[in-house]
């Protein structure tokens, strides 16, 4: 069974640091492309950035460039997503997602939720 | 970026309706589209894939179509467990985008 746990959500001030990690279990995490997903309260669903299953190739989305940062440890079957400069707009809850082969995200975490406040 | 205009933004339905949701990309994705359902609280489950393609495990009163830039879900008779928000996703291209969410409200 395809499980994906989210950890590391919580409070940061704004310009602060989290890492958001993502344990996979149940398929051969190294060969499929993971996504992080993003919700904020009250809206609608925003992708954040993507991995290949080698970790060499990533994507953001605009709005997190430069201050995020995906990566993955095939090793540990976990993925990661580093948040630095946190603004009031990252505040959401995080997914992270599997891709399958044929695109589309068929499977997904629960969530953590990221709050950045003062 | 591809922008997913979903619409409409909300419908309101009664039991037994067939209902229609519709994303327009802006530009052609060929299939690469797929639907997902989100129930307050939990992750979004995804229903359809390559547009028409019906998720394992989903009842088959759901169906996709479309193919470039017009794409559609039906739910052929709406049930009481089927209200919620759906989505559409766009996996052409990078940064992937959904549409903007379709709340189904009960009439």
């Known amino acids: 069974e395809v499980q994906l746990v989210e950890s590391g959500g919580g409070l940061a001030q704004p310009g602060g640091s989290l890492r958001l990690s993502c344990a996979a279990s149940?398929?051969?995490?190294?060969?499929?492309?993971m996504t992080w997903v993003r919700q904020a309260p009250g809206k609608g669903l925003e992708w954040v950035s993507g991995i290949g299953g080698g970790g060499s190739t990533t994507y953001y989305v605009d709005s997190v460039k430069g201050r995020f940062s995906i990566s993955r440890d095939n090793s540990k079957n976990t993925l990661y997503l580093q948040m630095n400069s946190l603004r009031a707009e990252d505040t959401a809850v995080y997914y992270c997602a599997r891709m399958d082969d044929g695109g589309g995200l068929a499977y997904w975490g629960q969530g953590t939720l990221v709050t950045v406040s003062s | 970026d591809i922008q997913m205009t979903q619409s409409p933004s909300s419908l309101s339905a009664s039991v037994g309706d067939r209902v229609t949701i519709t994303c327009r990309a802006s530009q052609g994705i060929r299939n690469d589209l797929g639907w997902y359902q989100q129930k307050p609280g939990k992750a979004p489950k995804r229903l359809i894939y390559a547009a028409s393609s019906l998720q394992s495990g989903v009842p088959s009163r759901f169906s996709g179509s479309g193919s470039g830039t017009e794409f559609t879900l039906t739910i052929s008779s709406l049930q009481p467990e089927d209200f919620a928000i759906y989505y559409c996703l766009q996996h052409n291209n990078y940064p992937l985008t959904f549409g903007g969410g379709t709340k189904v409200e009960i009439k």
């Open positions: 149940g398929f051969t995490f190294s060969i499929y492309v």
